[in-house]
């Protein structure tokens, strides 16, 4: 053993040394022991996209489903990594499913990162792209939250409702605001999601983008003409979170589109 606990295979299996490898094997060396950190040498030749180490291991019946120390498998190692052609090869042995320890799968690690031809291929291969993690969390609010425009036009197109809810009420649209993607809540919108679905304090995409001064984000919103007048828990409109967070720009692009706005007969009170 070598420092970390790693043996003279796991260190192979990070360069990509198919005949080392094979030449260790055959000398009886441990194909899935672990090092300090519980990574097996499937793990290392997936974390560098060694496709024929992979070939080798997955040959010699290497167990597919060994998790690190953080819950993670080597199928993991390829989605976080964008290293398709090794997905592929782990897919085709049904492990894309295993989860890590917060729930999330491949498709929620190809998402983050905003690997859409990852994305393409897991879809290829009928992934369910509703699943959620431990949060509530879809792939979709994933990619939404770090502004990846193309992985969201994927998971749209394949079909993924944009209108699910993660454990806080928040739909993709809501994260988008949050995080202050525009070119997502452009694409969101176009795909016809509800603009005016509220999370559990009863905000709206408008009243986040208010609170926090996403001014382009904000305009988008009241473009596609949302509902400027629904109230939130706190009995506020977006307007209204606008004014009190003293966010002058936000309070022009609402009030240009809501001539009539303070009409009470008009609000949408967040229903408890």
Same mark, same amino acid.
Not at 89 to 97: G, M, P
């Given at each position: 053993m070598f420092q970390e606990g790693r043996s003279a295979l796991h260190f192979a299996a990070l360069n990509g040394h198919v005949n080392v490898c094979e030449y260790l094997l055959d000398q009886g060396c441990n194909l899935d022991a672990q090092d300090s950190v519980g990574y097996s040498p499937l793990h290392r030749a997936a974390s560098q996209g060694h496709v024929q180490a992979l070939e080798l291991f997955l040959k010699k019946g290497c167990a597919v489903d060994t998790q690190d120390e953080n819950g993670n498998a080597a199928v993991h190692e390829a989605a976080w &990594?964008?290293?398709?052609? %090794?997905?592929? +090869?782990?897919?085709?042995?049904?492990?894309?499913? +295993?989860l890590f320890q917060n729930g999330n799968a491949a498709v929620h690690e190809a998402a983050w990162n905003g690997y859409s031809q990852t994305l393409d291929?897991? =879809?290829?291969?009928?992934?369910? =792209? !509703? $699943? %959620?993690?431990?949060?509530?969390? %879809? *792939?979709?609010?994933?990619? *939404?939250? &770090?502004?990846?425009?193309?992985? /969201?036009?994927?998971?749209?197109?394949?079909?993924? &409702?944009?209108?699910?809810? &993660?454990?806080?009420?928040? /739909?993709? $649209?809501?994260t988008a605001a949050?995080?202050?993607?525009?070119?997502? /809540?452009?694409?969101?919108i176009s795909?016809? @999601? @509800? +603009?005016?679905?509220?999370?559990?304090?009863?905000? /709206?995409?408008?009243?986040?983008?208010?609170?926090?001064?996403?001014?382009?984000?904000?305009?988008?919103l009241v473009d596609a003409s949302i509902d400027v007048y629904v109230r939130n828990k706190q009995n506020e409109t977006a307007?209204?979170?606008?004014?009190?967070?003293?966010? !002058?720009? =936000?309070?022009? =692009?609402?009030?240009s589109f809501a001539r009539d706005f303070g009409n009470n007969n008009e609000d949408v009170v967040y229903d408890k």
């Open positions: &990594n964008g290293y398709s052609q %090794t997905l592929d +090869l782990l897919i085709k042995f049904h492990i894309f499913l +295993l291929l897991l =879809i290829k291969f009928n992934c369910n =792209i !509703q $699943l %959620t993690n431990k949060a509530g969390f %879809t *792939a979709l609010h994933l990619s *939404a939250q &770090n502004g990846h425009n193309q992985s /969201t036009r994927v998971l749209l197109l394949a079909g993924c &409702n944009a209108d699910v809810k &993660n454990n806080y009420g928040d /739909t993709a $649209l809501h949050r995080y202050g993607h525009a070119g997502v /809540t452009r694409i969101l795909a016809r @999601c @509800c +603009l005016n679905e509220q999370n559990k304090n009863g905000d /709206t995409a408008l009243h986040i983008a208010a609170a926090l001064k996403r001014r382009k984000i904000a305009k988008l307007m209204e979170v606008a004014r009190r967070k003293e966010h !002058q720009e =936000i309070i022009v =692009i609402i009030s």
